[in-house]
Protein backbone atom coordinates (compact mmCIF):
# COMPACT_ATOMS: atom_id res chain seq x y z
CA UNK A 1 0.00 0.00 0.00
CA UNK A 2 1.14 3.57 -1.40
CA UNK A 3 1.73 5.72 2.27
CA UNK A 4 2.97 9.05 2.26
CA UNK A 5 3.14 10.89 5.48
CA UNK A 6 3.98 15.11 5.68
CA UNK A 7 5.42 16.72 8.63
CA UNK A 8 6.98 19.62 9.45
CA UNK A 9 4.25 22.02 9.69
CA UNK A 10 3.79 24.59 12.00
CA UNK A 11 2.99 27.90 13.08
CA UNK A 12 5.96 30.78 11.97
CA UNK A 13 6.07 34.80 11.96
CA UNK A 14 6.80 36.21 8.70
CA UNK A 15 10.06 35.86 7.29
CA UNK A 16 11.27 32.99 8.97
CA UNK A 17 11.94 29.14 7.68
CA UNK A 18 10.17 25.71 8.00
CA UNK A 19 11.60 21.68 6.17
CA UNK A 20 8.76 19.42 5.06
CA UNK A 21 8.76 16.11 4.91
CA UNK A 22 6.76 13.02 3.24
CA UNK A 23 8.05 9.73 4.37
CA UNK A 24 6.95 7.81 1.78
CA UNK A 25 6.68 3.81 1.40
CA UNK A 26 4.79 1.09 -0.27
CA UNK A 27 6.38 1.52 -3.80
CA UNK A 28 10.27 2.13 -5.12
CA UNK A 29 10.57 5.52 -3.68
CA UNK A 30 13.65 6.48 -6.49
CA UNK A 31 11.85 5.12 -9.25
CA UNK A 32 9.27 8.12 -9.71
CA UNK A 33 9.30 11.46 -9.45
CA UNK A 34 7.75 13.57 -6.74
CA UNK A 35 5.68 17.31 -6.27
CA UNK A 36 5.14 19.68 -3.18
CA UNK A 37 1.37 20.60 -4.21
CA UNK A 38 -0.75 23.05 -1.50
CA UNK A 39 -3.90 24.87 -0.92
CA UNK A 40 -5.02 27.98 0.98
CA UNK A 41 -7.97 28.36 2.82
CA UNK A 42 -10.96 28.55 0.16
CA UNK A 43 -8.88 28.58 -2.60
CA UNK A 44 -7.84 25.28 -4.87
CA UNK A 45 -4.74 23.84 -5.33
CA UNK A 46 -1.40 25.22 -6.22
CA UNK A 47 1.64 23.39 -7.30
CA UNK A 48 4.73 24.04 -5.77
CA UNK A 49 7.43 22.30 -6.64
CA UNK A 50 9.21 19.32 -8.44
CA UNK A 51 11.92 16.88 -8.06
CA UNK A 52 12.72 14.26 -10.61
CA UNK A 53 14.03 10.40 -9.37
CA UNK A 54 17.41 11.52 -9.41
CA UNK A 55 17.02 14.66 -8.22
CA UNK A 56 18.65 15.69 -11.77
CA UNK A 57 16.30 18.67 -12.11
CA UNK A 58 13.77 20.48 -10.15
CA UNK A 59 11.13 22.72 -10.78
CA UNK A 60 9.41 25.89 -8.93
CA UNK A 61 6.14 27.72 -9.30
CA UNK A 62 7.25 31.45 -9.99
CA UNK A 63 6.49 32.73 -6.44
CA UNK A 64 8.59 29.94 -4.73
CA UNK A 65 11.44 30.68 -6.68
CA UNK A 66 14.16 31.72 -4.54
CA UNK A 67 12.57 30.69 -1.38
CA UNK A 68 11.74 27.25 -1.08
CA UNK A 69 13.84 24.35 -1.73
CA UNK A 70 13.03 21.00 -3.14
CA UNK A 71 15.15 18.01 -2.10
CA UNK A 72 14.91 14.45 -1.86
CA UNK A 73 16.54 11.30 0.11
CA UNK A 74 16.43 8.33 -1.87
CA UNK A 75 17.79 6.13 0.51
CA UNK A 76 15.46 7.42 3.45
CA UNK A 77 12.45 7.22 1.26
CA UNK A 78 12.09 11.29 1.75
CA UNK A 79 11.25 13.79 0.22
CA UNK A 80 11.93 17.62 1.64
CA UNK A 81 10.66 21.33 0.83
CA UNK A 82 12.96 23.84 2.53
CA UNK A 83 10.64 26.98 3.27
CA UNK A 84 12.64 30.37 4.17
CA UNK A 85 11.47 34.20 4.10
CA UNK A 86 7.83 32.60 4.26
CA UNK A 87 4.88 35.09 3.93
CA UNK A 88 1.83 35.77 4.98
CA UNK A 89 0.24 33.94 1.94
CA UNK A 90 2.26 30.67 2.34
CA UNK A 91 -0.49 29.71 4.36
CA UNK A 92 -1.56 26.51 3.27
CA UNK A 93 -1.46 22.95 3.91
CA UNK A 94 1.02 21.29 1.81
CA UNK A 95 0.55 17.99 0.42
CA UNK A 96 3.10 15.89 -1.35
CA UNK A 97 2.48 13.50 -3.81
CA UNK A 98 3.73 10.99 -5.70
CA UNK A 99 4.81 10.85 -9.83
CA UNK A 100 3.38 8.00 -12.54
CA UNK A 101 7.08 8.28 -14.12
CA UNK A 102 10.23 8.89 -13.11
CA UNK A 103 10.43 12.35 -14.29
CA UNK A 104 8.46 16.19 -14.09
CA UNK A 105 7.87 16.42 -17.57
CA UNK A 106 4.41 14.62 -18.49
CA UNK A 107 3.83 13.35 -14.99
CA UNK A 108 0.90 12.42 -13.29
CA UNK A 109 0.54 12.31 -9.50
CA UNK A 110 -1.26 8.99 -8.36
CA UNK A 111 -0.87 8.88 -5.20
CA UNK A 112 -1.29 12.12 -2.19
CA UNK A 113 -0.25 12.34 1.24
CA UNK A 114 -3.00 14.01 3.82
CA UNK A 115 -0.80 17.11 4.27
CA UNK A 116 0.95 19.21 7.21
CA UNK A 117 -0.48 22.40 7.86
CA UNK A 118 1.70 25.32 7.41
CA UNK A 119 0.08 28.99 9.24
CA UNK A 120 2.55 32.25 8.96
CA UNK A 121 1.27 34.83 11.12
CA UNK A 122 2.41 37.32 13.34
Known amino acids: EVQLVESGGALVQPGGSLRLSCAASGFTFDDYAMSWVRQAPGKGLEWVSA????????YYAESMKGRFTISRDNAKNTLYLQMYSLKFEDTAVYYCAKADVMTVVGAAYDYWGQGTQVTVSS
Open 51 to 58: INWNSGST
